[in-house]
């Protein structure tokens, strides 16, 4: 069983900074691309940044130059740093990860969620 945990959320004010992580469990094999998505109240989740293996990375344009994504390989490890936060980036922001797992003899693509951690974002 593959889980993904979140943490580093809570309740920041305006121009603020928070660092979202998420670690990962389980029989894993190797991970392909690991994101960040979030999703406010009465909207659909959207995609804030996502990583590959290979380091590259791809944002929202609403979080270019404030928010970086990277990853730790040898600890399965993602990272989202967010700064000059404003009102409109709270959310509930999840971990996604594309990745492989062994299950016995065989191995398994999978694409995993982690719970979601809340961000708030308020004066």
């Known amino acids: 069983q593959v889980q993904l945990v979140e943490s580093g959320g809570g309740l920041v004010q305006p121009g603020g900074s928070l660092r979202l992580s998420c670690a990962t469990s389980?029989?894993?094999?190797?991970?392909?691309?690991m994101g960040w998505y979030r999703q406010a109240p009465g909207k659909q989740r959207e995609l804030v940044a996502a990583?590959?293996?290979?380091?590259?990375?791809n944002y929202a344009d609403s979080v270019k130059g404030r928010f970086t994504i990277s990853r730790d390989n040898a600890k399965n490890t993602v990272y989202l740093q967010m700064n000059s936060l404003k009102p409109e980036d709270t959310a509930v922001y999840y971990c996604n990860a594309s990745l492989w797992v062994v299950t016995g003899a065989d191995y398994r693509y999978l694409e995993v969620w982690g719970q979601g951690t809340l961000v708030t974002v308020s004066s």
């Open positions: 990583i590959t293996s290979g380091g590259s990375t």
């Open positions: 389980g029989s894993i094999f190797s991970i392909d691309t």
